[in-house]
T-cell receptor, first 114, second 111 residues
Framework: DVKVTQSSRYLVKRTGEKVFLECVQD?????MFWYRQDPGLGLRLIYF???????EKGDIPEGYSVSREKKERFSLILESASTNQTSMYLC?????????????FGDGTRLSIL | GQNIDQPTEMTATEGAIVQINCTYQ??????LFWYQQHAGEAPTFLSY????GLEEKGRFSSFLSRSKGYSYLLLKELQMKDSASYLC????????????FGSGTQLTVLP
C-alpha cells in the first residue's frame, strides 16, 4: 500500500513565523500535491510537482512556496504565516502515467496561526 | 473555469440506498474520481469513471454521463461506518496531473 506521511498532525504557530510542512511518500510517485481544506470550500490546490526540482502553481499559491529536492519529499513553506492560513493541509502523491491513477493522501496537518 | 457541484449534506438510514450527485462544468474532461473521507482522516480513493455508464464495486457504484456533465455515487446496504464526506473530483485535461475537487457531501447514516 502507498504510504504518504505528513510530519505533524497538529501545529500551532504565530503570525509572521516561517512554517515548514513536510510530506514523504514511499511509492516512487512522480507527482506530489499540496492542498488546503476548509469548510464549505473543499480541497483547493496550492502547488504541485511532477519531478524533482519542478513545481507548478495551483489555484491558490499566494503566500506559499514549495521545495522538492528529492523525489520522495515535498515541502510546503509559509513564508510569513498569517491567520488566514489557519487550515487543514493535505499532501497527496500519484503516478505519472495514466489518467486513472488516483491520488493518495496523507492524514493531514491541522495548522493554527495565532 | 472549473465548477463542481455536490449537495452539502445528506442523511439516510442504515440498510437503505443513497445516491450522491455531482455535476461539473470544466474546460475539458479526462476522468472523474470519487473519494471517501472520514472525519479527521485522509481521503481514500473509491472509484474512477472516464466512459459513460455504471462502474460497480461491491456495495458502491459510480455512474457517469459525459454529455450531461453528471455523475453519481450509489451506496447500497448502508452501514454506520459509511458516515463520511464524499468528494467528487474531475481531471479536466488529458495531460493534467491535478484534480479539481467539489466541496464534498457529508453523509450521515442513522440507525
Amino acid at each position: 500500500d502507498v504510504k504518504v506521511t505528513q510530519s505533524s498532525r497538529y501545529l500551532v504557530k504565530r503570525t509572521g513565523e516561517k512554517v515548514f510542512l513536510e510530506c514523504v511518500q514511499d511509492m516512487d510517485h512522480e507527482n506530489m500535491f499540496w492542498y488546503r481544506q476548509d469548510p464549505g470550500l473543499g480541497l483547493r490546490l496550492i502547488y504541485f510537482s511532477y519531478d524533482v526540482k519542478m513545481k507548478e502553481k495551483g489555484d491558490i499559491p499566494e503566500g506559499y512556496s514549495v521545495s522538492r529536492e528529492k523525489k520522495e519529499r515535498f515541502s510546503l513553506i509559509l513564508e510569513s504565516a498569517s491567520t488566514n492560513q489557519t487550515s487543514m493541509y493535505l499532501c497527496a502523491s500519484s503516478l505519472q502515467t495514466g489518467g486513472r491513477q488516483p491520488q493518495h493522501f496523507g492524514d493531514g496537518t491541522r495548522l493554527s496561526i495565532l | 473555469g472549473q465548477n463542481i457541484d455536490q449537495p452539502t449534506e445528506m442523511t439516510a438510514t442504515e440498510g437503505a440506498i443513497v445516491q450522491i450527485n455531482c455535476t461539473y462544468q470544466t474546460s475539458g474532461f479526462n476522468g472523474l474520481f470519487w473519494y471517501q473521507q472520514h472525519a479527521g482522516e485522509a481521503p481514500t480513493f473509491l472509484s474512477y469513471n472516464v466512459l459513460d455508464g455504471l462502474e460497480e464495486k461491491g456495495r458502491f457504484s459510480s455512474f457517469l454521463s459525459r454529455s450531461k456533465g453528471y455523475s453519481y455515487l450509489l451506496l447500497k446496504e448502508l452501514q454506520m461506518k459509511d458516515s463520511a464526506s464524499y468528494l467528487c473530483a474531475v481531471k479536466a485535461e488529458r495531460s493534467a496531473r491535478q484534480l479539481t475537487f467539489g466541496s464534498g457531501t457529508q453523509l450521515t447514516v442513522l440507525p
